[in-house]
């Protein structure tokens, strides 16, 4: 029996070592170390003064979200409402539109009467010589001497042509009086072109 008690003796120092450590050694590992101390890693130190790495890098990302957003869709500026997508209509063109030479270039005119008076010979060879271009080939073009005073004469009796020239050699005032005395006897529609020799 003594000798069996004593085996146990020798053993049991051996069992704790196999187990792993002491009990002391226990305590050393839970550490005693002073919370206040704050040493990161060390188990027990204080978590309150550990810099919050995680909560830093959360508040940066809803900064970062909160500017890209504001950046997505922009606040209206005051007293603007919103951009219309759609093309403005196109307005339509104020007045009568103005032909070119070319817009007529090539047309032969209709079949309309054409009476000019003249006060010059060169006028009278100048509105001959058109009048023989193959764009009025369908009109009744006559070229007479006399001015504004005997197309007034003329007319008095007899109806008035399509289309009436006249030159002057006139004024301003003298020829818009003489203009409403040829006005008396030209019939509705009739067009009157007036080649002047003042500008004014």
Same mark, same amino acid.
């Given at each position: 029996?003594?000798?069996?008690?004593?085996?146990?003796?020798?053993?049991?120092?051996? /069992?704790?070592? !196999?187990?792993?450590?002491?009990? &002391?050694?226990?305590?050393?590992?839970?550490?005693?170390a002073d =919370? %206040? #101390? $704050?040493?990161?890693?060390?188990?027990?130190?204080?978590?309150?003064?550990?810099?919050?790495?995680?909560?830093?890098?959360?508040?940066?990302?809803?900064?970062?979200?909160?500017?890209?957003?504001?950046? /997505?869709?922009? !606040?209206?500026?005051?007293?603007? &409402?919103?951009?219309?997508?759609e093309p403005?209509?196109?307005? =339509? %063109? #104020? $007045?009568?539109?103005?032909?070119?030479?070319?817009?007529v270039s090539?047309?032969?005119?209709?079949?309309?009467?054409?009476?000019?008076?003249?006060?010059?010979?060169?006028?009278?060879?100048?509105?001959?010589?058109?009048?023989?271009?193959?764009?009025?080939?369908?009109?009744?073009?006559?070229?007479?001497?006399?001015?504004?005073? %005997? #197309?007034?004469?003329?007319?008095?009796?007899?109806?008035?042509?399509?289309?009436?020239?006249?030159?002057?050699?006139?004024?301003?005032?003298?020829?818009?009086?003489?203009?409403?005395?040829?006005?008396?006897?030209?019939?509705?529609?009739?067009?009157?072109?007036?080649?002047?020799?003042?500008?004014?």
């Amino acid at each position: 029996m003594s000798e069996l008690a004593h085996e146990t003796d020798q053993l049991g120092p051996q /069992a704790e070592e !196999a187990a792993g450590q002491a009990p &002391g050694a226990t305590e050393n590992h839970t550490g005693s170390a002073d =919370p %206040a #101390a $704050g040493v990161p890693g060390q188990i027990g130190g204080d978590e309150s003064q550990m810099p919050d790495s995680n909560a830093s890098l959360l508040d940066d990302s809803e900064h970062l979200y909160e500017h890209q957003d504001a950046s /997505a869709n922009p !606040a209206p500026v005051s007293g603007e &409402g919103p951009v219309s997508q759609e093309p403005a209509a196109a307005s =339509p %063109a #104020a $007045g009568p539109q103005t032909l070119t030479a070319s817009d007529v270039s090539g047309r032969p005119l209709p079949r309309i009467n054409i009476q000019a008076f003249c006060e010059e010979q060169n006028t009278v060879n100048i509105l001959q010589q058109a009048g023989q271009d193959r764009r009025l080939s369908k009109t009744h073009f006559n070229v007479q001497m006399g001015g504004l005073d %005997a #197309a007034v004469q003329y007319y008095g009796d007899a109806p008035t042509p399509n289309l009436i020239i006249i030159e002057s050699m006139q004024g301003r005032d003298a020829l818009l009086m003489d203009m409403d005395r040829l006005a008396s006897v030209c019939d509705e529609g009739t067009k009157v072109i007036v080649v002047g020799h003042v500008n004014d």
